[in-house]
């Protein structure tokens, strides 16, 4: 067997070391490398996740904003009608006042004239 020199030797040894220290960076490199690239994709999953609830909230806001404006103009409408009717029976209470204001202190006519008076003469003489 060959004996080597002290040289050699060294020459060796340090050979191993910088294979030695060239795999462990790129085991650590590897490794780092994973470690990032599967983060990264649970970062991706989450933000799908959020970007998904997001338009579903935005959509659901939407709709119901739309929900709420379609009320809101059937309510009005409503109000547009009863205001019409309300206005219509005012003016026709009024026109109702007005008559019979007239019809009591109007000229020589009496409420009997447009209202009968009830059949007491017939109670009476049964």
Do not use: A, K, P, R
């Given at each position: 067997m060959k004996n080597y020199t002290i040289q050699e030797r060294f020459f060796v040894f340090l050979g191993?070391?910088?294979l030695g220290?060239?795999?462990?960076?790129?085991?650590h490199h590897y490794k780092w490398d994973k470690q990032i690239q599967e983060s990264m994709h649970k970062?991706?999953?989450i933000a799908e996740k959020h970007v998904a609830h997001s338009m579903t909230k935005s959509m659901a806001i939407d709709h119901w904003k739309a929900m709420y404006l379609g009320q809101k103009g059937y309510s009005?409408?409503?109000e547009k009608q009863?205001?019409?009717?309300?206005?219509?029976w005012s003016k026709e209470n009024s026109k109702l006042r007005d008559e019979l204001f007239d019809l009591k202190h109007g000229n020589n006519r009496t409420l009997d004239a447009i209202i009968p008076p009830k059949d007491n003469d017939s109670d009476q003489t049964k």
């Open positions: 191993l070391i910088c220290t060239w795999f462990t960076g790129y085991y970062s991706e999953e009005q409408m409503l009863v205001d019409v009717i309300n206005d219509y």
